[in-house]
């Protein structure tokens, strides 16, 4: 079979954007949209890959020509939908370990206008130890520092040669850290007041929200009946060889935070991609917290000690491979989203509602089946985030205690249910708990697992029990009792678990 290279030619434009982190998020995610951008919108922009790390893939990226395709599986009006796209918009990979002369030339690149970066959230981190004349430096705010102030000279402090930086990730705060970053290499470098001004006004760090599933690789190494992978299979179909498949679901999200919309630059929106450009982006964080991530962490556990495995479970309507559905679990979802989640934010309902709906049919992918036991790893920390704000908004809003919402916090509590804590095969520490007679391993830190065990261990009334545990400032950060009527609804919850099993619980709180 031949190479994509041999049947997807390269496509040569000016290089525009400068992109940090070579992962399969990135290239199904940015790189894809520009390359969208650039057939749709006349964006005429490719990307130059950086390799952040001393390891990483961008050999096996300029072995291909820097080609690959992005596979996007999901539903589409309810149908399962498979679409692919031999991505063109990167022009080469540099590893700056070994390329650093070609990587900083890249500074003095007249057309050069957008930095975009996914290093991880740790990756946007202050590190003293790095100097301007390393080559690299080792961190990702420090090599963008040094980047930028090549840039600076090159172009003697141009107004119009700064650079607009979009960090992707995971963190609303992602660009006020690396500004705060940038900002303390250059006091600490010496860099002049000349370049800090340029970088404060020449320059736009802009915080953003990114929303893709992007499973990556790995799923297409699933096999068929036959024995052939995925991967395999969808090569044959494209007549190519891709050692860098990216697989993706279909939905797509990019909100961008910016006092100025630099739209007329890169032009996403009008290429008809899911892109928003705003001054204040709370809302939209808000909304994907609260009923994405908030959908996931107040379901999946009551849905777990039902008999649940998958996400699928909770969503499908009915059973095809994996999936087994629950339809009390299904309820709950749906119900704890739209009944009590949704009408605890603040904003546009109907939006809320829009962006709801195409969670649900996200969740419905048959194509990423996502373990409920993957979602509940930090379970506490994860309903204090998620959860919390709408419980605690709900009750002030309604004056009551939502029904499901406090089911979710008694579900918690019963997941937490053992006494014994373990080590795994890799040092780290668990809380071994149980599931209709089978033993599943609580991942969480450690004093949430210590606090578990010796709780399960001396009480059993399950009002005391939801005492304790409501009542743990650190944990909420707040005495979560002060809510009227909270811990005596919990507390009724966790005693119908106890008596019933949660299968019944479940069924009987949607009823």
Request: glycine share 6%; charged share 20%.
């Given at each position: 079979?031949k190479s994509i290279k041999e049947v997807v030619k390269t496509v040569k434009r000016p290089e525009k954007v400068l992109q940090f982190g070579e992962g399969g998020f990135l290239r199904a995610f940015v790189d894809w949209q520009i390359d969208i951008a650039n057939e749709k919108a006349g964006f005429n922009g490719n990307i130059v890959i950086v390799q952040p790390l001393p390891q990483?893939?961008?050999?096996?990226?300029?072995?291909?020509?820097?080609?690959?395709?992005?596979?996007?599986?999901?539903?589409?009006?309810?149908?399962?939908?498979?679409?692919?796209?031999?991505?063109?918009?990167?022009?080469?990979?540099?590893?700056?370990?070994?390329?650093?002369?070609?990587?900083?030339?890249?500074?003095?690149?007249?057309?050069?206008?957008?930095?975009?970066?996914?290093?991880?959230?740790?990756?946007?981190?202050?590190?003293?130890?790095?100097?301007?004349?390393?080559?690299?430096?080792?961190?990702?705010?420090?090599?963008?520092?040094?980047?930028?102030?090549?840039?600076?000279?090159?172009?003697?402090?141009?107004?119009?040669?700064?650079?607009?930086?979009?960090?992707?990730?995971?963190?609303?705060?992602?660009?006020?850290?690396?500004?705060?970053?940038?900002?303390?290499?250059?006091?600490?470098?010496?860099?002049?007041?000349?370049?800090?001004?340029?970088?404060?006004?020449?320059?736009?760090?802009?915080?953003?929200?990114?929303?893709?599933?992007?499973?990556?690789?790995?799923?297409?190494?699933?096999?068929?009946?036959?024995?052939?992978?995925?991967?395999?299979?969808?090569?044959?179909?494209?007549?190519?060889?891709?050692?860098?498949?990216?697989?993706?679901?279909?939905?797509?999200?990019?909100?961008?935070?910016?006092?100025?919309?630099?739209?007329?630059?890169?032009?996403?929106?009008?290429?008809?991609?899911?892109?928003?450009?705003?001054?204040?982006?709370?809302?939209?964080?808000?909304?994907?917290?609260?009923?994405?991530?908030?959908?996931?962490?107040?379901?999946?556990?009551?849905?777990?000690?039902?008999?649940?495995?998958?996400?699928?479970?909770?969503?499908?309507?009915?059973?095809?491979?994996?999936?087994?559905?629950?339809?009390?679990?299904?309820?709950?979802?749906?119900?704890?989203?739209?009944?009590?989640?949704?009408?605890?934010?603040?904003?546009?309902?109907?939006?809320?509602?829009?962006?709801?709906?195409?969670?649900?049919?996200?969740?419905?992918?048959?194509?990423?089946?996502?373990?409920?036991?993957?979602?509940?790893?930090?379970?506490?920390?994860?309903?204090?985030?998620?959860?919390?704000?709408?419980?605690?908004?709900?009750?002030?809003?309604?004056?009551?205690?939502?029904?499901?919402?406090?089911?979710?916090?008694?579900?918690?509590?019963?997941?937490?249910?053992?006494?014994?804590?373990?080590?795994?095969?890799?040092?780290?520490?668990?809380?071994?708990?149980?599931?209709?007679?089978?033993?599943?391993?609580?991942?969480?830190?450690?004093?949430?697992?210590?606090?578990?065990?010796?709780?399960?261990?001396?009480?059993?009334?399950?009002?005391?029990?939801?005492?304790?545990?409501?009542?743990?400032?650190?944990?909420?950060?707040?005495?979560?009792?002060?809510?009227?009527?909270?811990?005596?609804?919990?507390?009724?919850?966790?005693?119908?678990?106890?008596?019933?099993?949660?299968?019944?619980?479940?069924?009987?709180?949607?009823?």
């Open positions: 079979m990483g893939m961008v050999d096996v990226m300029n072995q291909q020509n820097n080609l690959y395709t992005t596979v996007l599986r999901g539903l589409k009006d309810g149908k399962p939908t498979v679409e692919t796209r031999a991505i063109t918009s990167v022009s080469r990979s540099l590893n700056p370990y070994t390329q650093y002369d070609e990587y900083i030339a890249c500074a003095e690149n007249p057309d050069l206008r957008f930095i975009v970066s996914n290093t991880t959230e740790a990756g946007i981190r202050y590190d003293e130890s790095v100097k301007l004349e390393d080559k690299p430096q080792a961190s990702y705010p420090g090599k963008l520092t040094a980047f930028l102030y090549r840039r600076f000279q090159a172009f003697k402090g141009a107004h119009d040669k700064g650079l607009i930086l979009v960090p992707c990730e995971l963190s609303e705060d992602a660009g006020l850290n690396l500004r705060i970053c940038i900002l303390q290499h250059a006091r600490d470098w010496h860099l002049g007041p000349d370049f800090i001004n340029w970088f404060n006004n020449d320059c736009d760090v802009c915080s953003c929200l990114v929303d893709r599933i992007v499973p990556g690789y790995r799923p297409l190494m699933n096999k068929d009946e036959n024995g052939k992978t995925q991967a395999e299979n969808l090569c044959e179909k494209l007549g190519y060889e891709d050692k860098l498949l990216d697989s993706a679901e279909l939905f797509h999200l990019w909100c961008i935070e910016s006092a100025k919309s630099h739209e007329d630059e890169l032009p996403l929106v009008k290429a008809g991609l899911n892109v928003i450009w705003t001054p204040n982006m709370d809302f939209y964080h808000t909304r994907k917290v609260r009923i994405l991530n908030g959908a996931h962490t107040s379901s999946v556990l009551a849905a777990y000690l039902a008999g649940s495995n998958y996400v699928q479970d909770i969503v499908c309507a009915e059973e095809n491979g994996f999936c087994k559905p629950n339809a009390a679990a299904n309820k709950f979802m749906h119900d704890v989203i739209f009944n009590e989640i949704i009408p605890s934010i603040d904003g546009d309902q109907q939006q809320l509602i829009n962006y709801a709906n195409d969670v649900i049919e996200r969740f419905q992918n048959p194509f990423n089946p996502h373990a409920l036991m993957d979602i509940s790893l930090n379970s506490i920390s994860k309903f204090w985030t998620r959860c919390l704000p709408s419980v605690t908004q709900y009750i002030q809003k309604k004056g009551s205690v939502p029904k499901l919402l406090s089911f979710s916090l008694a579900a918690l509590i019963a997941f937490y249910n053992g006494t014994e804590i373990k080590e795994n095969d890799r040092g780290g520490k668990y809380l071994e708990s149980k599931r209709a007679g089978n033993t599943y391993p609580n991942n969480d830190s450690l004093p949430v697992l210590e606090f578990f065990a010796e709780l399960n261990r001396t009480e059993k009334d399950p009002a005391a029990i939801a005492h304790k545990v409501l009542s743990n400032v650190s944990f909420w950060k707040e005495d979560l009792t002060s809510y009227a009527g909270l811990e005596a609804a919990v507390a009724g919850h966790l005693a119908a678990i106890q008596s019933k099993g949660m299968p019944a619980a479940l069924a009987d709180v949607v009823a």
